[in-house]
């Protein structure tokens, strides 16, 4: 071990990443205390980053909730003299797109729609994966084994084909209703999100239903599902939370994606996808119509993951302190 | 207030000196001082125990003097090594000293050892950074390295990967790499914490015959009194980032002045006594080092103390036994210590009484 | 064991839980199996504490969580109260769970760490419907107090708040709280400072009178377990050494392998050097294929030819001293069992 690296990386094995090693006694809360800051814990801290993140999603999310007391223009109206035009245009901040609507109100409006389909796929993803997961993971054995071929399946499909197909079949018929397509999205892109939420889930909970206050909790005759929600699951949601939020900016960006296929939400209801995707026959003169969703888009992607890494980063330095 | 380099009079240029060495490290809390004014000085081929519970200092000393910190650690004081300051060393400059003339034994064998690398790569490579032996050259040293630390069928073990060896034999070859190139100075931290008793005997063993053979210094770390007792020439016992007594081997168990070495001692069961018979007990925890009592340390817990020692911080003090020193103000078996007991048992003072009858009072929590 | 029998059990009659032929095996990759535990008999009697040592990995937890039916034995019965854990099912076992208690080895993982401590401790009390809201907590005060913790600075903390000895004390008093007839302890104090080990040792001598517990003491560290123990068990490599009381086996160990651990133990007094010559060479074996006949002779200094072939039984060779091997220090060589030898060669 004479290499300096060596010893420096084994100090670091025992310092923060495995603090709390069974075999060396250790009197912990001191050992926690004393804890200097690591590297996990300096990107734990929200600092100006976390803060621009959530500042940005407060932003577009209060935005979206208030459209419709905010003192827009209807996002489906005509004006004739804005069509193309760049911002600033006759007052309208964003300008105008190819048929002369008030983009502001499109992006507001937009993200409504935008944001609902996310949340809602990824919420139904949380739910029914976070369920199917604790299950496998904690009763392994066949159950598991059962589960985890259904995820594996549900995973081995290309997921955009998958939603594309689902969409095309169910909700785009001639007269579909915007609900209708919108329902059919969210179940579509939520189904895309299962598995990986019941993968994280199930992993999480294969390592903490190791623990011996779970074994404890088994031993004073607690039920298992008592166990499953009681114990396991409180340990477990941080990380799926945070693998949640990559969630909702993956989906954010999978609607854009479906919206250049026509399968996004449907027209003339704006969505942040779809605006960009109206926005691409004019990209040469009118290039802000693209360019602002885009831009949003970005944003809101880059907070998510940032969001969700501090999640993580937070919930790694609570586990190595214990 | 610290007690420090001066009164410790260690006389002679030993292998090692180190004088008031003091390691700091900011935390978010304010500043911890994890070694507090250490010194002491090691000859060749002598064993120097240093014990003391978790987190009283003992690993960061040895990195201290290793020169092994993180970079929120500040160091100050001297440390001598063959005459030469390792304290002004750089990182460039101790390189050629680590593994080379001083190295150091983990505790874990699992998390020294590369879980990556065969066992034949790892002995070889501080071999060929560090001498100038060929291949072949190379390979006979670490063959005979292995088997100088009593692996069996040290040929094969060279093309086997960490895992493939128990945690006994995974520690002996953490060994043979530290010896490789034949080191002056062996710090060895906890070096068997990890493993079963059997083998544990096994690896100390191990490391007093190549301590002998080698003739090399050690510095051996362990929070059990028993695994340096046998195998020390002297120990160091810290308390709270200082030395609190330090004594040859045999006149630290025979004369201990400390009250905090004696309670150490009376904790862990012993053999001798009959089954179900009462232990005594160190209430209370040891002190943060980011605001440590500004008396004795040990104060708090301690069945002997008197109102000075919780203002007045003991200094280290020379005992009737040369090289013998303490920090106390009412050192066991002397008068003052008796009295001090006495009222404390008679005023029944929690940690006194804890001390006699092994009970302990409701804890705050 | 390296051996097996049970000639050391008492009377059913007069134990409080009885364990025989207990066989727990971990299937392992490849089709083989790993022995964790290969027909172990032990039994405790009320208001006794047996103390199981053996180093890691010989399959002591494995026993003990068997015991619990947490998972059941591969096979073996596991008698408590007279009752046999090992036919139970579902609701009938787990009714009995309360009066059968375990407190782990690691402080830290035996907590959750986002619960506060009167809810870990008030658990078992809410899973069994125990009282109101008041009545449940002036019991959670009562234990939390019993371990030596203060409950009005201790109830609204969070595991990861407390040291390692603070937060041994919460399983003990979790462990507690619905006063259970038998409590394993499963290395208590292993992972503790000497300091807090003799605190947490001395709680648990005093809970026993308190409250008449029987214990199963767990630990590789025989200083600790002769403190404790009324009984002794050695354990090899999923197989019984020797029982007896841990006077005669400290002064006299019958076992070779219980004297190489003797022999092993660092003791606090520099004149007594560790002597080499007790100790036993090599490692454990892996128990994915244990040797054959006593699986101790790989490392014996006794050793010889019989030992490969044939598996050594329990027998008592001195008073209260029941010893599994075939040429122990005390007491006579084992008489031949000729009918044993082509079972044992198998096994
Ligand atoms: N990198 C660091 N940053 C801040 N504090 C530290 C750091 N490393 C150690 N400490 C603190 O310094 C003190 C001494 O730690 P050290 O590891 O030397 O204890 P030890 O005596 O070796 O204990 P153990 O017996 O558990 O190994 C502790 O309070 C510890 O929390
Ligand atoms: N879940 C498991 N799967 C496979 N092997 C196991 C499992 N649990 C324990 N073992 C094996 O069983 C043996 C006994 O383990 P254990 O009972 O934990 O030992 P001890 O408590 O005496 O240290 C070991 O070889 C261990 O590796
Ligand atoms: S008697 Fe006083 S000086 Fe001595 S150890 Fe106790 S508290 Fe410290
Ligand atoms: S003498 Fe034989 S039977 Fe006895 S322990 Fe040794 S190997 Fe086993
Ligand atoms: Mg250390
Ligand atoms: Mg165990």
Same mark, same amino acid.
């Given at each position: 071990?004479?290499?300096?690296?060596?010893?420096?990386?084994?100090?670091?094995?025992?310092?923060?990443?495995?603090?709390?090693?069974?075999?060396?006694?250790?009197?912990?809360?001191?050992?926690?205390?004393?804890?200097?800051?690591?590297?996990?814990?300096?990107?734990?801290?929200?600092?100006?980053?976390?803060?621009?993140?959530?500042?940005?999603?407060?932003?577009?999310?209060?935005?979206?909730?208030?459209?419709?007391?905010?003192?827009?223009?209807?996002?489906?109206?005509?004006?004739?003299?804005?069509?193309?035009?760049?911002?600033?245009?006759?007052?309208?901040?964003?300008?105008?797109?190819?048929?002369?609507?008030?983009?502001?109100?499109?992006?507001?409006?937009?993200?409504?729609?935008?944001?609902?389909?996310?949340?809602?796929?990824?919420?139904?993803?949380?739910?029914?994966?976070?369920?199917?997961?604790?299950?496998?993971?904690?009763?392994?054995?066949?159950?598991?084994?059962?589960?985890?071929?259904?995820?594996?399946?549900?995973?081995?499909?290309?997921?955009?084909?998958?939603?594309?197909?689902?969409?095309?079949?169910?909700?785009?018929?001639?007269?579909?209703?915007?609900?209708?397509?919108?329902?059919?999205?969210?179940?579509?892109?939520?189904?895309?999100?299962?598995?990986?939420?019941?993968?994280?889930?199930?992993?999480?909970?294969?390592?903490?239903?190791?623990?011996?206050?779970?074994?404890?909790?088994?031993?004073?005759?607690?039920?298992?599902?008592?166990?499953?929600?009681?114990?396991?699951?409180?340990?477990?949601?941080?990380?799926?939370?945070?693998?949640?939020?990559?969630?909702?900016?993956?989906?954010?960006?999978?609607?854009?994606?479906?919206?250049?296929?026509?399968?996004?939400?449907?027209?003339?209801?704006?969505?942040?996808?779809?605006?960009?995707?109206?926005?691409?026959?004019?990209?040469?003169?009118?290039?802000?119509?693209?360019?602002?969703?885009?831009?949003?888009?970005?944003?809101?992607?880059?907070?998510?993951?940032?969001?969700?890494?501090?999640?993580?980063?937070?919930?790694?330095?609570?586990?190595?302190?214990? | 207030?610290?007690?420090?380099?001066?009164?410790?009079?260690?006389?002679?240029?030993?292998?090692?000196?180190?004088?008031?060495?003091? =390691?700091?490290?900011?935390?978010?809390?304010?500043?911890?001082?994890?070694?507090?004014?250490?010194?002491?000085?090691?000859?060749?081929?002598?064993?120097?125990?240093?014990?003391?519970?978790?987190?009283?200092?003992?690993?960061?000393?040895?990195?201290?003097?290793?020169?092994?910190?993180?970079?929120?650690?500040?160091? =100050?004081?001297?440390?001598?090594?063959?005459?030469?300051?390792?304290?002004?060393?750089?990182?460039?400059?101790?390189?050629?000293?680590?593994?080379? %003339?001083?190295?150091?034994?983990?505790?874990?064998?699992?998390?020294?050892?590369?879980?990556?690398?065969?066992?034949?790569?790892?002995?070889?490579?501080?071999?060929?950074?560090?001498?100038?032996?060929?291949?072949?050259?190379?390979?006979?040293?670490?063959?005979?390295?292995?088997?100088?630390?009593?692996?069996?069928?040290?040929?094969?073990?060279?093309? %086997?990967?960490?895992?493939?060896?128990?945690?006994?034999?995974?520690?002996?070859?953490?060994?043979?790499?530290?010896?490789?190139?034949?080191?002056?100075?062996?710090?060895?931290?906890?070096?068997?914490?990890?493993?079963?008793?059997?083998?544990?005997?096994?690896?100390?063993?191990?490391?007093?015959? %190549?301590?002998?053979?080698?003739?090399?210094?050690?510095?051996?770390?362990?929070?059990?009194?028993?695994?340096?007792?046998?195998?020390?020439?002297?120990?160091?016992?810290?308390?709270?980032?200082?030395?609190?007594?330090?004594?040859?081997? =045999?006149?630290?168990?025979?004369?201990?002045?400390?009250?905090?070495?004696?309670?150490?001692?009376?904790?862990?069961?012993?053999?001798?006594?009959?089954?179900?018979?009462?232990? %005594?007990?160190?209430?209370?925890?040891?002190?943060?080092?980011?605001?440590?009592?500004?008396?004795?340390?040990?104060?708090?817990?301690?069945?002997?103390?008197?109102?000075?020692?919780?203002?007045?911080?003991?200094?280290?003090?020379?005992?009737?036994?040369?090289?013998?020193?303490?920090?106390?103000?009412?050192?066991?078996?002397?008068?003052?210590?008796?009295?001090?007991?006495?009222?404390?048992?008679?005023?029944?003072?929690?940690?006194?009484?804890?001390?006699?009858?092994?009970?302990?009072?409701?804890?705050?929590? | 064991?390296?051996?097996?029998?049970?000639?050391?059990?008492?009377?059913?009659?007069?134990?409080?839980?009885?364990?025989?032929?207990?066989?727990?095996?971990?299937?392992?990759?490849?089709?083989?199996?790993?022995?964790?535990?290969?027909?172990?008999?032990?039994?405790?009697?009320?208001?006794?504490?047996?103390?199981?040592?053996?180093?890691?990995?010989?399959?002591?937890?494995?026993?003990?969580?068997?015991?619990?039916?947490?998972?059941?034995?591969?096979?073996?019965?596991?008698?408590?109260?007279?009752?046999?854990?090992?036919?139970?099912?579902?609701?009938?076992?787990?009714?009995?769970?309360?009066?059968?208690?375990?407190?782990?080895?690691?402080?830290?993982?035996?907590?959750?760490?986002?619960?506060?401590?009167?809810?870990?401790?008030?658990?078992?009390?809410?899973?069994?419907?125990?009282?109101?809201?008041?009545?449940?907590?002036?019991?959670? &005060?009562?234990?939390?107090?019993?371990?030596?913790?203060?409950?009005?600075?201790?109830?609204?903390?969070?595991?990861?708040?407390?040291?390692?000895?603070?937060?041994?004390?919460?399983?003990?008093?979790?462990?507690?709280?619905?006063?259970?007839?038998?409590?394993?302890?499963?290395?208590?104090?292993?992972?503790?400072?000497?300091?807090?080990?003799?605190?947490?040792?001395?709680?648990?001598?005093?809970?026993?009178?308190?409250?008449?517990?029987?214990?199963?003491?767990?630990?590789?560290?025989?200083?600790?377990?002769?403190?404790?123990?009324?009984?002794?068990?050695?354990?090899?490599?999923?197989?019984?050494?020797?029982?007896?009381?841990?006077?005669?086996?400290?002064?006299?160990?019958?076992?070779?392998?219980?004297?190489?651990?003797?022999?092993?133990?660092?003791?606090?007094?520099?004149?007594?050097?560790?002597?080499?010559?007790?100790?036993?060479?090599?490692?454990?074996?892996?128990?994915?294929?244990?040797?054959?006949?006593?699986?101790?002779?790989?490392?014996?200094?006794?050793?010889?030819?019989?030992?490969?072939?044939?598996?050594?039984?329990?027998?008592?060779?001195? &008073?209260?001293?029941?010893?599994?091997?075939?040429?122990?220090?005390?007491?006579?060589?084992?008489?031949?069992?000729?009918?044993?030898?082509?079972?044992?060669?198998?096994?």
């Amino acid at each position: 071990m004479p290499e300096a690296d060596d010893l420096d990386l084994e100090a670091a094995h025992r310092g923060s990443i495995n603090p709390v090693s069974t075999l060396e006694p250790t009197d912990t809360a001191q050992v926690v205390e004393h804890e200097p800051l690591t590297m996990r814990q300096q990107r734990a801290r929200l600092g100006i980053g976390g803060k621009l993140a959530i500042a940005w999603l407060a932003f577009v999310t209060l935005a979206a909730v208030l459209a419709p007391v905010l003192p827009l223009d209807d996002p489906n109206q005509s004006v004739t003299s804005i069509v193309r035009q760049g911002p600033g245009t006759d007052g309208h901040l964003l300008g105008g797109d190819a048929l002369g609507r008030d983009i502001l109100s499109r992006m507001v409006w937009g993200g409504r729609a935008s944001l609902l389909l996310a949340f809602s796929s990824v919420l139904l993803g949380l739910v029914v994966g976070g369920m199917f997961g604790l299950v496998a993971g904690y009763l392994r054995g066949r159950t598991d084994r059962v589960l985890t071929v259904g995820f594996d399946t549900l995973l081995s499909f290309p997921q955009i084909i998958l939603a594309v197909t689902l969409v095309t079949v169910f909700a785009s018929q001639q007269g579909t209703s915007t609900t209708r397509r919108m329902v059919v999205l969210i179940l579509s892109l939520g189904v895309v999100s299962i598995p990986v939420l019941a993968r994280i889930t199930r992993a999480n909970t294969l390592m903490w239903s190791e623990r011996e206050f779970v074994q404890a909790a088994r031993a004073m005759g607690a039920r298992t599902t008592s166990i499953m929600v009681r114990e396991v699951l409180p340990n477990v949601l941080p990380a799926m939370f945070s693998i949640a939020l990559l969630g909702v900016a993956v989906v954010i960006v999978a609607e854009g994606g479906l919206s250049i296929l026509g399968v996004g939400v449907l027209l003339p209801t704006p969505s942040w996808g779809n605006v960009l995707a109206e926005g691409r026959a004019d990209l040469r003169a009118a290039p802000h119509i693209v360019l602002i969703p885009t831009v949003v888009i970005f944003l809101t992607v880059l907070s998510l993951n940032y969001l969700g890494d501090i999640v993580r980063a937070r919930f790694d330095v609570r586990e190595s302190a214990l | 207030m610290h007690a420090s380099a001066d009164e410790f009079p260690r006389a002679g240029r030993g292998l090692l000196d180190v004088s008031d060495l003091r =390691t700091q490290f900011r935390t978010p809390r304010g500043v911890v001082t994890a070694v507090d004014g250490v010194s002491l000085s090691l000859q060749r081929g002598r064993t120097l125990g240093l014990v003391g519970e978790s987190g009283c200092g003992k690993s960061v000393l040895s990195r201290s003097i290793m020169g092994l910190l993180p970079p929120t650690a500040t160091r =100050t004081g001297e440390i001598t090594f063959q005459g030469e300051r390792l304290d002004l060393l750089g990182d460039d400059a101790m390189r050629s000293y680590w593994g080379v %003339q001083v190295s150091m034994v983990f505790q874990d064998p699992m998390t020294s050892l590369n879980p990556v690398m065969k066992i034949g790569r790892q002995i070889l490579e501080p071999l060929e950074v560090h001498t100038d032996l060929d291949k072949a050259a190379a390979r006979e040293t670490a063959v005979n390295l292995l088997r100088s630390v009593h692996i069996p069928e040290p040929e094969r073990r060279l093309k %086997q990967y960490p895992h493939e060896l128990s945690g006994g034999m995974r520690q002996r070859v953490v060994i043979a790499i530290a010896l490789a190139c034949g080191p002056q100075l062996v710090f060895a931290d906890e070096p068997t914490t990890a493993l079963d008793v059997t083998v544990q005997a096994q690896i100390l063993d191990l490391l007093d015959e %190549q301590q002998r053979e080698r003739d090399m210094a050690m510095v051996l770390v362990s929070h059990d009194l028993g695994v340096v007792a046998g195998r020390t020439h002297e120990i160091a016992v810290m308390y709270a980032g200082q030395i609190v007594e330090i004594a040859p081997t =045999t006149t630290l168990f025979s004369e201990v002045r400390m009250p905090y070495t004696e309670a150490l001692l009376k904790a862990v069961p012993r053999l001798e006594n009959a089954s179900h018979s009462r232990l %005594q007990v160190i209430g209370g925890r040891p002190p943060d080092l980011a605001s440590p009592p500004p008396g004795c340390r040990f104060a708090p817990r301690c069945p002997y103390a008197q109102a000075r020692c919780h203002t007045e911080m003991p200094p280290l003090v020379e005992a009737d036994t040369p090289g013998h020193f303490y920090r106390c103000w009412f050192p066991v078996g002397t008068d003052a210590g008796r009295e001090a007991l006495e009222r404390n048992v008679a005023a029944k003072v929690p940690q006194a009484e804890a001390a006699v009858t092994g009970q302990l009072t409701v804890e705050a929590g | 064991m390296a051996g097996t029998g049970t000639a050391h059990l008492r009377s059913a009659d007069d134990v409080l839980l009885r364990v025989e032929h207990l066989v727990v095996d971990f299937p392992s990759a490849g089709g083989q199996k790993v022995s964790a535990v290969a027909d172990l008999s032990l039994d405790v009697a009320e208001g006794e504490t047996l103390g199981l040592v053996g180093e890691s990995g010989c399959g002591k937890s494995t026993a003990a969580r068997a015991i619990m039916q947490l998972p059941a034995p591969t096979s073996g019965t596991v008698l408590f109260e007279g009752r046999e854990l090992t036919a139970m099912r579902g609701e009938q076992l787990r009714k009995l769970r309360p009066r059968l208690q375990i407190v782990f080895q690691d402080p830290i993982s035996s907590l959750n760490p986002r619960r506060r401590v009167a809810d870990i401790v008030g658990a078992p009390l809410k899973v069994w419907k125990q009282g109101n809201d008041a009545e449940r907590r002036a019991r959670v &005060d009562e234990a939390l107090e019993t371990v030596g913790l203060d409950p009005s600075v201790a109830r609204d903390k969070r595991p990861h708040e407390f040291s390692g000895g603070q937060c041994q004390r919460i399983s003990i008093a979790r462990a507690l709280v619905l006063e259970p007839k038998v409590v394993i302890c499963d290395e208590p104090v292993s992972a503790l400072d000497v300091s807090v080990q003799a605190q947490i040792l001395n709680l648990l001598e005093d809970l026993k009178q308190q409250y008449g517990l029987t214990l199963i003491f767990i630990t590789h560290d025989l200083a600790v377990v002769k403190n404790v123990s009324d009984r002794v068990a050695v354990m090899y490599l999923g197989k019984l050494c020797e029982v007896a009381d841990p006077d005669r086996l400290y002064a006299a160990p019958a076992h070779p392998y219980s004297a190489a651990l003797l022999s092993a133990i660092p003791v606090p007094d520099p004149s007594v050097r560790a002597s080499a010559s007790g100790l036993v060479p090599g490692d454990l074996p892996s128990p994915l294929a244990p040797p054959s006949g006593c699986r101790f002779r790989t490392r014996c200094p006794r050793a010889e030819e019989r030992c490969a072939l044939e598996q050594p039984q329990v027998r008592e060779v001195a &008073d209260g001293q029941f010893v599994a091997c075939h040429f122990p220090l005390v007491g006579d060589v084992a008489p031949p069992a000729d009918a044993e030898v082509a079972e044992a060669t198998v096994s």
